[in-house]
C-alpha cells in the first residue's frame, strides 16, 4: 500500500476522535494519527504500557530511556500526564475507561468480529493488548486497507484467521470507504475520494447495506 | 518483609536464590523497566536451568532476557509478546520451549491476584479465541467470560530507579509496568535499584511498592 493510501485512512480516523476522549492507538496505520489531528482535536493518548497524555516523538538529543509507547519508541509526555502499572493500565481499558481504540486488522466479519493477532503458519507469537482493547474501549475503529497484499478482501462474512474478539468493531476505514456496525450488522456509510459503490462491492467478500451520509452537512 | 540493615547485596548472591525448575518473573515492557543487572548475573553466574519465565517478552536477540534463552534455560515462558524477539519465537516453533500467550491484560491482572491472594478472576477478554481454550468460561449477565487463574512465582527480579534501604520502591515514567505487580505475587522478591537513598528520603505518599514486598536489594551496575 502506498503511504498515500496509509495517510488518507489516518485522516478520516482523525476526523472520527471528538474532543476530550481518552484515545488507544494501535501500531502501523493508527499511529499515523496524532500528526493529522487538527487544531483543538484535545484528544488524550493512553498506552497500554502506563501512560495516558502522550505527547510528541521527542526531538534528537531528548529521548527519555523510560519513556516509550506500546511499540516500544520514545514518545514525550504532555503537561497532565499520569503514569501507572499495567494492572491499573488494563483496568482502564477493560473497565470501558478508555472511549476509543483505533487499530489495523487483518480480517473483520460483517458482525464485527476482528481478525488481527495471527496468521495461521506465520511466525507470530504476540497478542499484546489487542484482545483487552477491542472488548473494553467503548468504541473500537478498525483502519485497514480493503486487500491484504495478497488481494484478498479484508471484509469478509466470517473470519478465517483466529479471532481477536467477536462483534468488536464499531466503525471500519479503508482506503475506499467508512463502514459502521449498525445493530450488528455492516453498513457502507461514506465513500472516500472518488470510490464509487461498485468499487467497494468488488473489493469486500461479502454483502453489506449502504446508507451514505452527507458529510459536507455533518 | 523488610529488608534487613545491611543494605544492599550483590546481585551474584541474589540469583543464588534462583533454582533449576523454579519459576521467575521479569518486569519491564521490552527492555524498559527490566532489571538488566539482575538479568546479566543471572546469565553469568547461575546454573539454574528449567526455568519457567513469566515476562511480557524474552527480552530481545541477544539482549536482557534474549541472553538467558540463547543459554537455552528457559524452559516455558508465558507472556503476552514473544513477537519482540525472533529467536523466541524460533525457539517456540522448533519446540525448544513452551510458550503460553496471555492477553496483556489478563498477565497483568493474574500477577496482581497472585500478589492479592485471589484465586481466580472471569474476564470477558479472550472468550471464544484460541486463547481461552482449556479455560473455564462461565455466562455472566449473558457475555462470556474466561475463568483465569492467578500467576505466581517462586522468584521476582524488578527493577526501580529509586529504592531506600528499607526496600521501598519507586518506579521511573513507563518503566513502572508489570514490576509493582511482580514485586507482589512472588515467593522472594529481589529488587534492583539505579538509585539507593536512605530510608526517609522518598516522600511517603509517593512509595509505589512499600518495603514489606521486598525480600532483596540490588543496586544496578
Known amino acids: 500500500m502506498t503511504d498515500d493510501a496509509k495517510l488518507a485512512i489516518a485522516a478520516r480516523t482523525a476526523q472520527e476522535l471528538r474532543p476530550g476522549e481518552i484515545v488507544n492507538l494501535g501500531i502501523g496505520i493508527p499511529n499515523l494519527v496524532p500528526g493529522l489531528l487538527g487544531e483543538g482535536a484535545d484528544v488524550f493518548l493512553h498506552t497500554e504500557n502506563g501512560l495516558l497524555g502522550v505527547g510528541p516523538r521527542p526531538g534528537e538529543g531528548e529521548v527519555d530511556p523510560d519513556l516509550i509507547d506500546a511499540a516500544k519508541q520514545p514518545v514525550t509526555a504532555l503537561p497532565g500526564a499520569a503514569y501507572f502499572d499495567s494492572a491499573d493500565s488494563f483496568a482502564m481499558i477493560r473497565g470501558g475507561h478508555v472511549d476509543?481504540?483505533?487499530?489495523?486488522?487483518?480480517?473483520?466479519?460483517?458482525?464485527?468480529?476482528?481478525?488481527?493477532?495471527?496468521?495461521?503458519?506465520?511466525?507470530?507469537?504476540?497478542?499484546?493488548?489487542?484482545?483487552?482493547?477491542?472488548?473494553?474501549?467503548?468504541?473500537?475503529?478498525?483502519?485497514?486497507?480493503?486487500?491484504?497484499?495478497?488481494?484478498?478482501?479484508?471484509?469478509?462474512?466470517?473470519?478465517?484467521?483466529?479471532l481477536t474478539a467477536r462483534a468488536a468493531a464499531d466503525v471500519v476505514i479503508t482506503e475506499l470507504s467508512v463502514f459502521r456496525l449498525r445493530d450488528g450488522a455492516l453498513v457502507l456509510t461514506e465513500l472516500l475520494g472518488e470510490t464509487t459503490v461498485e468499487q467497494v462491492r468488488a473489493a469486500t467478500g461479502a454483502p453489506f447495506d449502504v446508507d451514505l451520509e452527507d458529510r459536507r452537512a455533518a | 518483609m523488610a529488608i534487613a540493615s545491611d543494605g544492599p547485596i550483590d546481585p551474584e548472591q541474589a540469583v543464588s536464590a534462583i533454582r533449576s525448575g523454579d519459576t521467575v518473573m521479569v518486569g519491564g515492557f521490552g527492555l524498559v523497566g527490566a532489571p538488566l543487572t539482575l538479568i546479566d548475573a543471572l546469565v553469568e553466574t547461575s546454573d539454574a536451568e528449567d526455568l519457567t519465565i513469566v515476562s511480557n517478552n524474552i527480552g530481545e536477540p541477544g539482549r536482557g532476557l534474549g541472553k538467558l534463552l540463547r543459554q537455552g534455560r528457559i524452559k516455558r515462558g508465558i507472556s503476552s509478546y514473544f513477537t519482540s524477539n525472533p529467536e523466541a519465537v524460533a525457539a517456540v516453533n522448533a519446540g525448544e520451549i513452551d510458550a503460553t500467550l496471555v492477553p496483556q491484560g489478563t498477565f497483568a491482572e493474574a500477577?496482581?491476584?497472585?500478589?492479592?491472594?485471589?484465586?481466580?478472576?472471569?474476564?470477558?477478554?479472550?472468550?471464544?479465541?484460541?486463547?481461552?481454550?482449556?479455560?473455564?468460561?462461565?455466562?455472566?449477565?449473558?457475555?462470556?467470560?474466561?475463568?483465569?487463574?492467578?500467576?505466581?512465582?517462586?522468584?521476582?527480579?524488578?527493577?526501580?530507579?529509586?529504592?531506600?534501604?528499607?526496600?521501598?520502591?519507586?518506579?521511573?515514567?513507563?518503566?513502572?509496568?508489570?514490576?509493582?505487580?511482580?514485586?507482589?505475587?512472588?515467593?522472594?522478591?529481589?529488587?534492583?535499584?539505579?538509585?539507593?537513598?536512605?530510608?526517609?528520603?522518598?516522600?511517603?505518599?509517593?512509595?509505589?511498592t512499600p518495603h514489606l514486598y521486598v525480600d532483596e536489594l540490588v543496586l544496578s551496575r
Open chain 1, 100 to 162: 476509543v481504540a483505533v487499530l489495523g486488522a487483518l480480517q473483520v466479519s460483517i458482525t464485527g468480529d476482528i481478525a488481527n493477532w495471527a496468521v495461521p503458519g506465520k511466525d507470530v507469537m504476540g497478542v499484546g493488548g489487542a484482545m483487552d482493547l477491542v472488548v473494553g474501549a467503548r468504541r473500537v475503529i478498525v483502519t485497514m486497507t480493503a486487500r491484504s497484499s495478497a488481494g484478498e478482501p479484508k471484509v469478509v462474512v466470517e473470519c478465517t484467521y483466529p
Open chain 2, 111 to 208: 500477577i496482581r491476584a497472585a500478589g492479592a491472594g485471589i484465586a481466580g478472576f472471569l474476564t470477558p477478554v479472550g472468550a471464544g479465541t484460541l486463547l481461552a481454550e482449556g479455560k473455564e468460561e462461565h455466562i455472566v449477565d449473558g457475555v462470556p467470560h474466561v475463568l483465569e487463574r492467578p500467576l505466581h512465582a517462586d522468584v521476582a527480579l524488578v527493577y526501580a530507579a529509586r529504592g531506600d534501604r528499607l526496600g521501598n520502591l519507586w518506579y521511573r515514567r513507563t518503566a513502572r509496568n508489570f514490576n509493582p505487580l511482580m514485586a507482589t505475587a512472588a515467593r522472594v522478591t529481589i529488587a534492583e535499584v539505579g538509585e539507593l537513598v536512605p530510608a526517609g528520603d522518598l516522600d511517603a505518599e509517593s512509595i509505589h
